[in-house]
């Protein structure tokens, strides 16, 4: 018999694995059996998504499965510097050398540091990726794709079935964002083609809904590259599921009113369950918590959830950009300029200018031509709460 455990077993917070994952067996048996279709056919992947449907958790499970199947892989984390193209190629190259240390390349280019790897750093600051560039001539993707080729050799001699690029918020990569800079262009035609010569690279790419357009725009044929999920709020019953499911071994019990009522409230997003979930137990003095006990702290429970997920995007916004956020809050989800216009009275630019900010700052993500919606779920609820 298991030991029941005292410990809260919910896990709020940025990419920490919940108990139990709710909602995504499908997504994981697929993910597995895409990397035994990848040992004949390439494959890629794309996750897509809100801020709080677990996507980095998502891709954190997937490490095992890589284990499991005997592929290398390799996580990192995006952000906007490496739109610049000479960062993201550093990067990259950091990510392919620090998984095949022991290439013929690799040590015909390192530092000789007695006793040290090659550090990110080193990378990064370019000393060592220009010198691994400068062993090759040619456009910058021809020399990628021979880097790929003789790195590949090595994954293979070490028994692996390829490697795996693990890559989140990828949709802060965009080309010509930095002018004249195509970070995404090149990932895309050097993968292209050696995976089109049999070398099983995979892409993992993750982020925001804009993503599966920025790959696009890059590259058209890059909706022919990728499997797309787009990650959604879990089923009601998944959300409960997810309740249910950590407190199997634990003291603590949630009556069917509470569960009932945490689905409602929490509108099946995998961050709020793990949040209201975490903050009941954390602040209840007792083990049988029901519905009543939830609505005695409440407006403590919204108070924390603002300051934690909400109010840092929102402390960024000017005085205007609360403003225009004001207007929309009786609009439908996805946000029509049009709309909007008829609201603010402002010229045709000064709000686009404004939208473009709201963009940048996250708040927006741009749905279609003159669509938006928030990245953040419930967002419009925060603003109603603040505004």
Known sequence: MKKISNLNPFRPGNGLI??????????????????????????NLVISGLRGTGKTVF???????????????????????FCNEQKFLYALLTDLVTKVEGASLVKKVRKKRIGFA?????????????????????????????????????????????????YDEFHFIEDNKVSDNFPLSLLLEAFSHVQQKGLRYYLVLSGLPTLTGNLVEAKTYAERMFQVRTFKELSPKDSVEAIKQPLRHTKFNFSEKLIDRLVKETGGYPYFI??????????????????????????????????????????????????????????????????????????????????????????????????????????????VRNL
């Not at 407006?299 to 997920?309: A, H, I, V």
């Not at 045709?348 to 779920?377: D, H, M, Q, W």
Request: contains cysteine; aromatic residues 12%.
């Open 59 to 81: 891709l954190m499970n997937l490490e095992e499965i890589c284990r499991e199947k005997k592929w290398l892989f390799v996580r990192r984390e995006f952000n906007r510097q």
């Open 274 to 383: 793990q949040f209201y979930c975490f903050h009941l137990i954390d602040n209840i003095p007792k083990k049988d918590i029901n519905k009543n006990d939830f609505e005695k702290i409440y407006p403590f429970l919204l108070k924390q959830l603002d300051e934690s997920f909400f109010y840092g995007r929102f402390t960024r916004l000017s005085n205007t950009e609360r403003e225009i956020l004001s207007k929309m809050l009786d609009l439908p989800e996805e946000l029509e300029v049009s709309e909007i216009r008829k609201r603010i009275k402002k010229s045709r630019g000064a709000i686009n200018l404004l939208l473009n900010n709201l963009v940048e700052k996250e708040i927006l993500y741009r749905v279609k031509r003159g669509c938006y919606s928030f990245t953040l779920p419930m967002f419009k609820e925060f603003l």
């Open 18 to 43: 919940p108990p139990y994952l709710a909602g995504r067996n499908q997504d994981l048996l697929l993910f597995k059996k895409s990397l035994d279709i990848a040992l004949s056919l390439p494959q």
């Open 118 to 166: 090659v550090s990110d750093e080193d990378i990064i600051n370019g000393d060592f990726a220009d010198k691994l560039l400068s062993e090759y001539k040619g456009p910058l993707v021809d020399r990628m794709e021979l880097i790929l080729k003789e790195l590949y050799s090595e994954i293979n001699k070490a028994g692996f079935n390829g490697l795996v690029f693990l």
